[in-house]
């Protein structure tokens, strides 16, 4: 189900139907979005609104715990009002989807 969401979002991200800004500029919590997260990278995360409601791509680094190796984790959610839902996406759909959005 999600995986075609995924399609559509890119899809209509190529065609420059959908607008994504950056996290910094969604409220939440009467805070930016951004503010609720430590790894989280604003700048490399995104939002737009979808069938009335925001579908965020969330893109975060962390250093290695042994090494100074940077893991990079891509995470896809769903806001509606102020309820957060994770959506279960392979993340190789969510990296194809944030590349899109990167490159637009």
Request: include cysteine; hydrophobic fraction near 35%; charge should be negative.
């Amino acid at each position: 189900m999600y995986n075609e969401i995924i399609d559509q979002l890119c899809n209509l991200t190529i065609d420059k139907e959908l607008r994504w800004q950056t996290i910094d500029n969604l409220i939440v919590d009467g805070r930016p979005y951004s503010q609720h997260f430590q790894h989280i990278l604003p700048n490399k995360s995104f939002f737009t609104e979808y069938n009335g409601k925001e579908i965020v791509v969330l893109y975060g680094e962390m250093g290695g715990l042994f090494d100074d190796q940077i893991i990079g984790q891509y995470f896809i959610q769903e806001i509606s009002g102020n309820q957060v839902y994770q959506l279960e996406v392979p993340e190789q759909n969510i990296v194809k989807l944030h590349t899109i959005i990167t490159l637009s």
